[in-house]
């Protein structure tokens, strides 16, 4: 249509504002903090796994800047929407003691802008420990959904930032489902 993507206006204060319109191949307008730069949690012993980790030393998020970070594998690629079934146990989650969850209960939704959440950690209790924080719904060029979360460094060097390896999953567990045919 001729109309270019980028828009750049300067207001009365002689400020220039950059304003961006592209689409995602969903035709979704994307929210402007996925078209910023944000930092990659990629660590193995960041995925949620029962039954212990291959870790011998405890992890933890204590030194990290805050800022926005997107969870990829081997890491996993979301924070958990409910409490992990067993906490406050050595690498018993994930590589550290007290694994975060999102005490919201919700994820992002694409096309829904930023959405404030809760981040807790739960460690001798549900939710021993929590920061505010956001999380936001992106895509990648191809289409595929991820999440960005704004996180902050953690209060103690036993906690941190784990993630679950499916989009589609609320939490971890340890038990299988399986279905017959009738």
């Excluded at 975060?100 to 981040?119: C, E, F, M, R, Y």
């Excluded at 991820?146 to 902050?152: E, G, I």
């Amino acid at each position: 249509s001729g109309q270019s993507p980028v828009e750049i206006t300067t207001t009365p204060s002689g400020q220039s504002l950059i304003e961006m319109t592209t689409t995602t191949p969903s035709g979704q307008i994307p929210n402007v903090q996925c078209l910023r730069s944000y930092s990659v949690m990629n660590e193995s012993w960041r995925k949620i796994m029962y039954g212990g980790s291959n870790e011998t030393t405890l992890k933890c998020d204590r030194s990290i800047p805050p800022g926005w970070y997107r969870f990829m594998e081997p890491a996993g690629v979301k924070l958990p929407l409910t409490p992990p079934e067993s906490y406050g146990w050595y690498l018993e989650t994930c590589g550290t003691a007290g694994s975060a969850w999102v005490q919201n209960g919700t994820d992002p939704v694409l096309g829904k802008g930023v959405l404030d959440i809760n981040i807790c950690f739960a460690f001798t209790r549900v939710c021993q420990w929590s920061i505010p924080s956001k999380a936001v719904a992106c895509s990648d060029s191809d289409g595929t959904l991820f999440y960005l979360y704004h996180l902050q460094p953690v209060e103690a060097c036993w906690l941190a930032y784990c993630a679950l390896e499916n989009m589609d999953s609320t939490t971890a567990t340890s038990t299988t489902t399986s279905t017959a045919s009738l």
